[in-house]
């Protein structure tokens, strides 16, 4: 009887792998796991990165805000201090204007009283009259400055330049500041010095006039005895107009503030010596407007140094703009 092979049941175990293929499917499941893991981490790790660039961008910002708020606070700090410095120098100016105007107007006043009566000696009529004349200027003066202040405060300047020599406009300054200074008598030598006699300029006259009339004025009044120079020299495309004085000077402090409206150096000596306060301040808004710049040295031992600079430029050398006369109008 021939045997038959046990087919079915050869398939039957087919169905079921080998030990040898079952550790082979194993190892391929952790072999997947491991790789998923890894790239999981690297997800996780890229997520984290990418947050801590967030944070750290977030910071900066953070930060920037910070130094921004710092210097804003600091900006309104100093706004504020000014302000109140304003103030406080407004009410000085205030509180001294009675003063500056009630001294020469009864000065005028008491004078010309003592003019009208008879039987005056001529040498004393001539002294009171020198003595109204005298107020009287202080007084003009004075106006002067405050017209001035209200045209920059409300806005419309008038600019004429012309060619002139410097030196021309020295020699009328001289005479004019010597005359001031016998007047005052005090023991004060006066010098104008200029590098070169044949300098011309191109700008207002009437405007560099006022500025170096300012600064004479400014140099009188604070000095006792001593000297008083005026020099203009060339550097570069600028003229430098140099005012030494040999007067009480200025405190290290106040060479920053002496430019600004009502600023009069210490209150002490704007006591003692008056004024509005006003003078500088013009000082400075002319020369901008005329294109230069104004500052302030100590003169050792005593005293002050003002400079201040203007474009040492002909007419046919101008721009269009520069040889425009115009009306200047505050924003």
């Known amino acids: 009887m021939l045997k038959t092979e046990p087919i079915e049941q050869l398939n039957f175990l087919a169905l079921f792998p080998s030990q040898n293929t079952s550790n082979l499917f194993h190892s391929n499941v952790d072999i997947i796991l491991t790789a998923l893991t890894v790239l999981l981490l690297l997800v996780l790790s890229i997520l984290l990165l990418h947050k801590q660039t967030a944070l750290k961008r977030t910071m900066v910002k953070i930060n920037q805000l910070n130094n ?105 300054l001289e005479v004019k500041t010597q005359q001031k200074i016998d007047h005052s008598k005090k023991l004060i030598r ?31 009044k604070f000095t006792s005895k001593g000297i008083i120079d005026v020099s203009c020299y060339l550097t570069e495309n600028y003229y430098i107009f140099q005012i030494t004085d040999s007067g009480c000077g200025l405190k290290e402090d106040e060479y920053e503030i002496i430019f600004d409206p009502f600023a009069q150096g210490t209150e002490t000596i704007s006591k003692i010596k008056g004024g509005s306060g006003l003078g500088l301040s013009n000082v400075k808004n002319y020369i901008i407007l005329l294109g230069g710049k104004v500052w302030c040295t100590k003169n050792n031992p005593n005293g002050s140094i003002f400079y201040f600079s203007l474009p040492a430029i002909m007419q046919n050398e101008a721009t269009n703009n520069d040889k425009l006369n115009f009306s200047f109008y505050k924003n």
Do not use: W
């Open 68 to 172: 921004d708020i710092n210097d804003r606070t600091k900006n309104l700090e100093r706004a504020l201090q000014k302000a109140e410095e304003s103030n406080r120098l407004k009410s000085l100016f205030l509180s001294n204007m009675s003063h500056e105007i009630r001294t020469p107007l009864n000065s005028i006043l008491g004078f010309s009283e003592l003019l009208a009566e008879n039987n005056i000696p001529g040498n004393q009529k001539k002294m009171y009259a020198e003595q109204v004349i005298h107020n009287g200027q202080n007084l003009l003066k004075l106006i002067d400055q405050i017209f001035h202040l209200a045209i920059f405060e409300t806005g419309k300047i008038s600019i004429k330049k012309e060619t002139f020599k410097i030196n021309d406009l020295f020699k009328k």
């Open 190 to 220: 006066l010098s104008f010095n200029i590098e070169n006699e044949n300098f011309e300029i191109y700008t207002d006259k009437l405007k560099l006039k006022l500025i170096i009339n300012n600064l004479l004025d400014n140099a009188l």
